[in-house]
């Protein structure tokens, strides 16, 4: 067994308490959610961003193994999924960068385009294989002249909610600005027309309907961070 294997299950390991101890707190007695439980969370938070590893893929898969049909959630149900005129949309980019932008579709769809097919896994215990486009976040990232140095990336979407990475996770190769489904513009409900697909991490941190994204140092939390689940939410 290679270190990485090793570290990777430790990470999975202590992730897996975070997680276990954050979401049962947060979902059944939210007002009683205790500092130690807090504490441990962002101790956790530290340990996986000091052991996440820029180079580590997420596994991909080939296109026989997407899920079909691919499942949807959101804090609400499908049916009241946000509907976005693309001609009106634009992407805002602001915080610590040079030049904020508010980029159209066609100006995303400008950036070089990547296909993935990976794993979503989200924390109520589903998963599902997809197949995304986009752009990778770090061109973008680029592309305004973000402060690569800064601690966080957060984002904010049409529904009203939001979340946020660190900037290592922001820059993997694999983070990407997803606009298309399996080579199709993405479908109303999964986050149309754009949201982010970042396979490294748990499915609340993909945000959908993306509106804004914002760099900065200042811990921006999010819409499942601050009712607590675990932060980093690294897989
Ligand atoms: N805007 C927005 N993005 C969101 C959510 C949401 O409620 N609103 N839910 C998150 C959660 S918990 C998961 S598991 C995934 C689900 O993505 P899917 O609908 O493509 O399966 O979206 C994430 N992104
Ligand atoms: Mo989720």
Not at 79 to 95: C, H, K, M, Q, T
Not at 183 to 201: E, N, Q, S, V, Y
Request: a neutral charge; charged letters at 20%.
């Amino acid at each position: 067994m290679t270190y990485s294997m090793n570290r990777r299950n430790f990470i999975s390991g202590l992730a897996g308490v975070a997680l276990a101890g954050g979401s049962t707190a947060a979902l059944s007695q939210p007002r009683i959610r205790g500092s130690v439980l807090d504490k441990a969370s962002m101790f956790n938070d530290r340990v996986q961003a000091a052991l996440f590893d820029p180079e580590r893929r997420a596994q991909t898969y080939s296109p026989s193994d997407v899920t079909s049909p691919f499942p949807f959630n959101a804090f609400y149900p499908e049916s009241f999924a946000p509907e976005i005129d693309v001609s009106v949309w634009r992407l805002s980019v602001s915080g610590l960068v040079t030049s904020p932008r508010r980029l159209s579709l066609t100006d995303l769809r400008s950036f070089p385009q990547e296909v993935q097919i990976t794993r979503l896994i989200c924390i109520e215990g589903w998963s599902a294989v997809g197949s995304w486009s986009g752009m990778r976040l770090f061109d973008l990232l680029r592309h305004v002249g973000a402060d690569l140095s800064a601690k966080y990336i957060s984002l904010h979407c049409a529904d009203g909610y939001h979340t946020s990475i660190d900037m290592a996770s922001a820059l993997h190769p694999q983070t990407i600005l997803a606009l298309d489904f399996l080579d199709r513009p993405l479908p109303r409900p999964f986050g149309a027309p754009c949201r982010l697909r970042i396979p490294t991490k748990l499915g609340f941190k993909n945000a959908k309907f993306v509106t804004d994204i914002h760099v900065t140092d200042e811990f921006p939390g999010g819409y499942w961070e601050d009712q607590g689940y675990n932060w980093f939410a690294g897989l």
